[in-house]
């Protein structure tokens, strides 16, 4: 083989083996599936008016970041939907 033909020959296996992997990278991945429970964010009344009832792990890093047992009023800093 000629050494023109192999460097054309490999320069369009580079290109393809290029495309293949770019059209791979660009399918659209798929998305999380929805959990059940209140659309984020939400409102903060009726069965959501208890933040820690489905939050309560926040108590960790709010305990470390403002104190122990200052997270009784969520709605300070966290606004809700209106």
Do not use: W
Request: hydrophobic content about 30%.
């Amino acid at each position: 083989m000629k050494k023109g033909t192999f460097i054309i020959l490999a320069l369009v296996l580079v290109v393809l083996l290029g495309l293949y992997i770019r059209a791979g990278m660009k399918q659209k991945q798929p998305e999380p599936e929805q959990t059940s429970g209140p659309p984020t964010p939400h409102e903060t009344t009726g069965t959501y008016s208890d933040c820690l009832n489905c939050h309560g792990s926040i108590i960790p890093s709010h305990d470390e970041r403002f104190g122990a047992g200052n997270y009784d009023n969520c709605l300070s800093c966290h606004q809700p939907t209106q």
